[in-house]
């Protein structure tokens, strides 16, 4: 009997065979099914991002947790990666002003540290930066600076500077300590010259509705960065100018760093002075010119010499007006004495010497001389010119060489003609810049001045040693103590750059 093969091996219905081939297929397909459903679920989605963050295609997919967290609105600009890493938000001219910027302008450093980045770790936006998983915003500080100056030219826009009341203060000035400032000379350091009273140090200039910005050194320093500043007049201009020495040294923090280009100390004698500041690479810069129009010589029959004044030119020293980024300008008080005042041989024009001019003419004649070299020979896209006003002086009993005094005063001014006083010269001043074609920025410092009779050195312009009798007979009641009024000139000078920053 023949067996066959089927014997030895039982046979499994069809079903169950097609059952568990179908079984196997679905396990097979769920598992495949969770495995993509899993990875979807797991990757990072930027799909909400798309309209605001374009990524390019070389973008490190290991940054890409961490701008998830960085801010969605970018109104001033569009974000992209760079082939860095590094996130930068670029200006977009059509939505310049936006009101609710969060970033602008800042490229914002994404810093890994060494274990990696956690994507379900917050980033955040902060000054600095460079700790782990930290966005560093570059400039936040500059930008808060920015806006609180912005916030404090905006309450003196349209203010009169220079109408106002002088009221204590004892937390902002002095600017800089009696004694701490080397470049003030002798004849204006009157502490040091034995001046016991100090109440003069500590009165600041309030303007009618306003108050003057805080003054600020480094910031004024800034502002010099790689210009050159130069103060051109007479002895008040020198007065002022060692004052602005005074007060942005206080914002060096190596003092040693700012410095005389070529050596020099400052005395009355010398009338040329470059101060060097290295940390800002700019300049201050004194010329003494005492009318801003050329004084010459002539000789008479016998053989001696006269002064001249040609009202009709230019000082000699103006090559040097030309090289400044800031000028300030000042004359007025040799043109009150001497010489000057009398008129006599003295006015020239052309080759022609008046024998008898009125000054006060002279004056308003050389004005228009210095008017015209500032309009064609400034560029007011790279200069800005201030001129300084007349400032007052306060003698009693005579004037300078004739016995006045004004010894013993320690108040300003409360009430009285001087105070509504206005010089002739002033008014000559404003027409001069009236008819200007260049813009002047008008300093004018003559009725803040006309209060501070107390501000003088008087007979403290020399050394009081202690014991030895100072001489009264010729007291100093025209320039001014330093510290002090001066301080005031450079600190509205600062106000006046802040207002022409953010005209």
């Not at 916030?151 to 009696?178: F, H, M, N, T």
């Not at 690479?281 to 016998?302: I, Y």
């Not at 024009?349 to 308003?364: H, L, M, Q, V």
Request: one cysteine or more; aromatic letters at 10%.
């Amino acid at each position: 009997m023949s067996t066959s093969s089927s014997s030895y091996f039982p046979s499994f219905p069809r079903t169950t065979v097609s059952y568990t081939l179908s079984t196997s297929l679905f396990i097979v397909f769920f598992l495949c099914s969770v495995f993509i459903f899993t990875s979807r679920t797991l990757e990072p989605s930027l799909s909400p991002y798309h309209a605001d963050i374009p990524l390019p295609a070389t973008a490190d997919p290991l940054l890409l947790p961490q701008i998830e967290h960085l801010p969605l609105k970018y109104p001033k600009g569009t974000p992209s990666l760079d082939a860095d890493g590094d996130l930068t938000v670029k200006s977009n001219p059509k939505t310049e002003g936006a009101d609710d910027v969060a970033v602008v302008g800042t490229k914002l450093k994404v810093v890994e540290d060494s274990r990696g980045v956690d994507p379900t770790e917050k980033t955040e936006l902060r000054e600095g930066g460079g700790s782990s998983g930290e966005v560093s915003v570059e400039g936040e500080v500059e930008n808060d600076a920015e806006s609180a100056e912005h916030a404090a030219v905006e309450k003196i826009r349209g203010c009169d500077l220079y109408s106002g009341s002088w009221v204590k203060d004892d937390d902002e000035y002095p600017l800089y300590q009696p004694g701490s400032c080397p470049y003030v000379d002798e004849a204006f350091d009157c502490q040091r010259n034995g001046r016991k009273d100090s109440d003069y140090l500590k009165w600041k200039w309030k303007p009618d509705g306003c108050d003057l910005p805080r003054f600020n050194a480094t910031d004024f320093l800034v502002k010099l960065r790689g210009k050159s500043l130069l103060l051109v007049g007479d002895s008040m201009n020198r007065n002022q100018f060692e004052s602005m020495l005074c007060v942005l040294r206080e914002g060096l923090s190596d003092k040693s760093r700012m410095y005389e280009a070529y050596g020099h100390n400052i005395t009355k004698g010398r009338g040329y002075f470059v101060f060097k500041f290295e940390d800002y690479n700019c300049t201050v810069e004194f010329v003494r010119s005492h009318f801003l129009v050329r004084e010459g010589v002539r000789a008479n029959a016998q053989g001696n010499t006269n002064p001249t004044l040609s009202i009709d030119r230019i000082d000699k020293s103006n090559a040097r007006w030309k090289r400044a980024n800031i000028l300030v300008f000042n004359t007025g008080h040799w043109w009150v004495h001497g010489k000057t005042a009398r008129g006599k041989n003295y006015y020239k024009e052309g080759d022609y010497i008046y024998p008898k001019f009125d000054a006060t003419e002279a004056y308003r004649r050389a004005l228009k001389t210095w008017a015209k070299w500032i309009d064609q020979n400034v560029n007011p896209k790279k200069q800005l010119v201030f001129y300084r006003g007349y400032s007052s002086a306060h003698f009693r009993g005579g004037e300078w060489d004739s016995g006045g005094s004004c010894n013993g005063e320690e108040e300003p001014v409360k009430k009285g003609s001087i105070l509504d006083s206005y010089p002739l010269k002033m008014k000559i001043v404003e027409e001069a810049i009236k008819g200007m074609k260049i813009p002047v920025i008008l300093l004018n410092v003559t009725k803040l001045t006309n209060f501070r009779k107390d501000g003088h050195p008087s007979i403290y312009g020399k050394t009081n040693t202690e014991g030895k009798k100072v001489s009264t007979r010729k007291q100093d009641c025209s320039h001014w103590c330093l510290p002090g009024v001066p301080d005031v000139w450079n600190h509205l000078i600062y106000a006046s750059l802040l207002l022409e920053a953010h005209s």
